[in-house]
């Protein structure tokens, strides 16, 4: 096949505005040149030159894509009809071929062969994507431009009215509700990648579709990592039990303390959390009065809409996943550390108690020895802060309260913790109910609480801000503004999309609608 070579020649001309006709908007003429005329007195005006040419400029590059695709589409069509040996009719097809891209939206002739008894023997769609019905062909540039740069930050009906003027398009160019569907179908798939991509993964390496391992499973006891713990006698160890600056009095809980201090380059750091968005109404059926009182609808009591979002980090590197429930996100998250050779590590899961969460990860990693749970400090003092209000009679005495409690547990004493719940006075207590549940909480975590002091002097992470900050940047910095709300499809599909840029493979899966379950070095 031939090359083509595109050329560009763009001139300023001055002619006689007394002779030929004035007009400020972009017009072809008849050897195919687009025109747009300029007021004298603007001529050397840096400002109106700009986007008097801006706006000649898209219309002739819409212009010249039409003619040549269709010039194309006829030539190939011809090349066909010449292979077959047989007479046929070329004609033009009946509707044209429809194309939404960065330049703005097009349309082009397509043409097809037709036999004598009138049935079409060759069209020349079929050297074109797949179009269905009036639907346009979105190109990469449409899709990177206008959604991952732009409705993955913005909202569409911004981003709408921005990309269809810098196409010089405000008219006939994409409209809001196209744009919101356009984003939406690409979550989607990306979405769907991930699950089926960690479902051959899984089965792959033994295990099912659910994450529930095999017995043929390649994962084997005895292949985990070794010497991933760090060892009380160690150097490092002893000195960092003297920065910490441990009271004496605690010392003897603290040795005792279940939790595990992990070596950071033996261990995948994940961080799990969940965030929610104002959820979206129900549309009022068509006929119906504004002022009918509405109905309460007791089948639809969520309120909320809810992404499950993961942060993987190990060595320095960084994925993030982004899933409709805890027990697929986990599913995602262990065909990634299969695929990334990275199951055989320690495992560290930094959570905020919520159960859902503890649940996921049992059930999907319960196979596994190496497995550790951190209950992430903030949410653990949050959460014994709200209790104690309930509990206690006043501010004062509250803040009193939790100022020693944080101090028991910011150590990992949860026992002596517990000893100082016990003994609080009963004229200081408003309900025993709330005193009684932070007692079930602390004793129900209990194995998620360490030493947060120790780990501090150890450089190990002590929060899951990580995934807090991730939960920032896909989903709330977009979708919790005021006035928004979601369906579930619509906020996963804007977070996934989100996640596919953070961990940087924007650019893999406009070329190859491909999101690799793998670190990525331009993350």
Known sequence: MKRHRIRVKVEFEEIDSEIEFFNCEPRKVEDGCFEIDLDGKF???????????????????????????????????????????????LEEHSSPYRVDGEVGRFTFTTHELVNWEGKVWFTSRELFPEQRGVCYYETKGFKEVGVFNGAVDQSYRKVRRNFNHQRRQEQGGTPLNT????????GEKVVNFWESTSTEILEKNGFNSTGALLEEAVVKEGNFVEDGEINSEEEEMINSWEEADIPDELKSEVKSNSVPYERVEKTVE???????????????????????????????????????????????????LAARNYPTLMRIALAFLLNNTLWDKILCFYVDGERSITNAITGCFSWHPRVRLIMDWYHLEHKCAELLSSALKGRKIRNERLEQLTFFLWYGCVGKAMEYLNNFPF????????????????????????????????????????????????????????????????????????????????????????????FSEAA
């Open 427 to 518: 004229q200081d207590i408003k309900n025993q109910t709330a005193l009684d549940t932070l007692r079930t909480y602390l004793e129900n975590h209990r194995q998620k609480i360490p030493c947060y002091a120790l780990r501090k002097q150890l450089g190990l992470c002590n929060s899951s801000n990580r995934v807090e900050k991730a939960n920032d940047i896909l989903v709330s910095h977009r979708q919790k503004r005021n006035g928004m709300s979601w369906s579930e499809q619509g906020s996963l599909s804007l977070a996934a999309l989100s996640a596919v840029r953070r961990n940087g493979y924007q650019k893999t899966w406009l070329e190859h609608n491909v999101v690799p379950l793998t």
């Open 43 to 89: 001529a050397m005006d840096i400002d109106v030159c700009e986007q008097s040419l801006l706006a000649a400029n898209f219309p002739a590059i819409r212009d010249a894509l039409s003619v040549h695709l269709a010039e194309m589409s006829k030539k190939k069509t011809e090349e066909e009809g010449g292979k077959s040996g047989v007479v046929l009719a």
């Open 270 to 320: 994940i961080s799990v959390d969940g965030v929610s968005t104002k959820k979206q109404k129900a549309h009022r059926k068509s006929g119906s009065l504004k002022s009918e009182e509405p109905k309460k609808d007791d089948s639809n009591q969520t309120k909320r809409v809810n992404n499950r979002i993961a942060y993987i980090e190990h060595n320095g590197r960084k994925y993030t």
């Open 179 to 186: 744009l919101r569907d356009i984003a939406k179908i690409e």
